[in-house]
């Protein structure tokens, strides 16, 4: 819709800007990435076999272009993890803001990455970090509830309708794949890995 509202209308060149913006949005993980290795790993050459194993590995490469619709949340998920380390150095409300915004984006694009947040609130109730845990929770509900935004705008649906939906799919679809419980343990694995 955006390329069609710029007057781009051949498909080829449509499918091009959207590999871009995949493109930038990769190599803007690959930057979070490095960064986020920095602050964790001490030494340097276990960082570059990590910043290695991350670009070559098929993080990036493979997936990014093969599965766009799962990797597009993972530059969120690392930019919020920088600043969830921000926020655990100074204890800065604004940080945990940020990061509680961008959880709410890679939710909003990939649900199964809720256990991510969710494994930060619970801890922050854990160590009784009362204020942050309140705030986290506002600003991602408020972040989640943004994402929902398109169904409303393009669908002319409820706010939370895709999710909805997704729930309703999957609960009576889980049998339909072609795959085993097995196959979805190892991809998760990897990711893990």
Request: aromatic fraction near 22%; proline fraction near 3%.
């Amino acid at each position: 819709k955006l390329c069609a509202i710029c007057g781009i209308m051949n498909p080829f060149t449509q499918a091009f800007v959207l590999r871009l913006m995949h493109a930038v949005l990769s190599l803007w993980g690959v930057y979070l990435f490095v960064k986020l290795a920095e602050r964790l790993i001490a030494s340097i050459q276990w960082r570059m076999y990590a910043i290695w194993f991350w670009v070559f590995g098929g993080v990036v490469t493979v997936f990014s272009v093969h599965q766009l619709v799962e990797t597009a949340c993972i530059p969120f998920v690392l930019l919020a993890y920088l600043y969830v380390l921000k926020y655990f150095e100074r204890e800065r409300m604004g940080a945990l803001i940020i990061a509680a915004l961008a959880f709410s984006f890679s939710v909003g694009m990939r649900y199964q990455v809720v256990f991510f947040p969710l494994t930060l609130g619970m801890y922050l109730l854990w160590k009784r970090k009362w204020s942050g845990a309140v705030l986290f929770g506002i600003f991602f509900t408020l972040g989640f509830a943004f994402t929902q935004i398109d169904n409303l705008l393009f669908w002319h649906k409820p706010i939370y309708q895709h999710l909805l939906d997704y729930q309703a799919y999957n609960a009576t679809h889980f049998a339909d794949y072609p795959s085993n419980v097995f196959s979805y343990l190892a991809l998760i694995t990897y990711y893990v890995f």
